[in-house]
């Protein structure tokens, strides 16, 4: 698996944009796929995931209602639908793929249980 984010930009408060996680190497399966960020000097922080079999979603607090992840099977991308842009969304956002099968019994939101990470896009929110 050979993740690679796209679509990050300057934007201003209130906008929307969409971010792609595209998988060059094989397809994904039934694992989870998410989106972090990771704003300077803060902590990698969970955003989003899908599970890649059911479509399954969840969020984390902060983009909730304004955020959408969703899958393009054909396509083999995971997107991030960013609606109602505020400036504490800046951040280099992160696409990555869980590291088991994902059975929608726990929702992973940790770093650690997700792999083959791929290189972020940077995403500027100005107010």
């Known amino acids: 698996v050979q993740l690679q984010a796209s679509g990050g930009g300057l934007v201003q408060a209130g906008d929307s944009l969409r971010l792609s996680c595209a998988n060059s190497?094989?397809?994904?399966?039934?694992?989870?796929v998410g989106w972090f960020r990771q704003a300077p000097g803060k902590e990698r922080e969970f955003v989003a995931a899908?599970?890649?079999?059911?479509?399954?979603?969840y969020y984390g607090d902060s983009v909730k209602g304004r955020f959408t992840i969703s899958r393009d099977s054909d396509k083999n991308t995971v997107h991030l639908q960013m609606n109602s842009l505020k400036p504490e969304d800046t951040a280099v956002y992160y696409c990555?793929?869980?590291?088991?099968?994902?059975?929608?019994?726990?929702?992973?939101?940790?770093?650690?249980?997700?792999?083959?990470w791929g290189q972020g896009t940077e995403l500027t929110v100005s107010s």
């Open positions: 990555a793929m869980g590291r088991t099968t994902w059975s929608g019994s726990y929702y992973y939101q940790h770093p650690k249980d997700f792999a083959s």
């Open positions: 899908i599970g890649w079999t059911g479509g399954r979603t």
């Open positions: 190497g094989r397809t994904f399966s039934s694992e989870v």
